[in-house]
């Protein structure tokens, strides 16, 4: 079946960078587009970032528009996000997304 699987969150300072991957099983990886979403607390989910299937075409929510990168290795069944100057707004768990499946999320707390 569907399995998409994130790590790479935890605690950072203003200013610092994480790398999210989400490893994917149960489909042909390299046929979707995939997204990361997140979602604060209180807060209703939202769209962070995309990418096509070949990794050609990206799109970012303006909130994190240069400063975020998201990028595929097709070769392993996995999706990143690359987060850099997190703020604390950037709080939040982040989702790894292909069309009608979700991973369990991995919580990024951005705070000093």
């Known amino acids: 079946q569907v399995q998409l699987v994130e790590s790479g969150g935890g605690l950072v300072q203003p200013g610092g960078s994480l790398r999210l991957s989400c490893v994917a099983s149960?489909?042909?990886?390299?046929?979707?587009?995939m997204s990361w979403f997140r979602q604060a607390p209180g807060k209703e989910r939202e769209l962070v970032a995309s990418?096509?299937?070949?990794?050609?075409?990206?799109n970012y929510a303006g909130s994190v528009k240069g400063r975020f990168t998201i990028s595929r290795d097709n070769a392993k069944n996995t999706l990143y996000l690359q987060m850099s100057s997190l703020k604390p707004e950037d709080t939040a768990v982040y989702y790894c997304?292909?069309?009608?499946?979700w991973g369990q999320g991995t919580q990024v707390t951005v705070s000093s």
């Open positions: 997304q292909r069309l009608g499946y």
């Open positions: 990418i096509t299937s070949t990794g050609d075409i990206t």
């Open positions: 149960g489909f042909t990886f390299s046929s979707y587009r």
